[in-house]
């Protein structure tokens, strides 16, 4: 597992129940966009992270 890959996973824990967004999760862990979002792609194929992690897909 890659460092960012546990970055994400560290940020999307904290300490809320709150489902995390991608653009909280940049933030938090302090990487790019460009970065999280192939990640929570990888996390979300293989079901990891459930409710915690919400991608979200922009139309563009």
Do not use: F, N
């Not at 890959?5 to 302090?30: D, F, I, N, R, W």
């Not at 970065?35 to 992270?49: H, K, M, N, S, V």
Request: aromatic share 6%.
């Amino acid at each position: 597992m890659t460092l960012q890959t546990q970055l994400v996973l560290q940020s999307s824990l904290g300490t809320s129940e709150q489902p995390k967004y991608g653009m909280q999760l940049c933030h938090l862990a302090g990487l790019p966009s460009d970065t999280i979002y192939p990640i929570l792609a990888r996390l979300e194929q293989i079901d990891w992270g459930g409710q915690r992690l919400v991608v979200l897909r922009y139309v563009g």
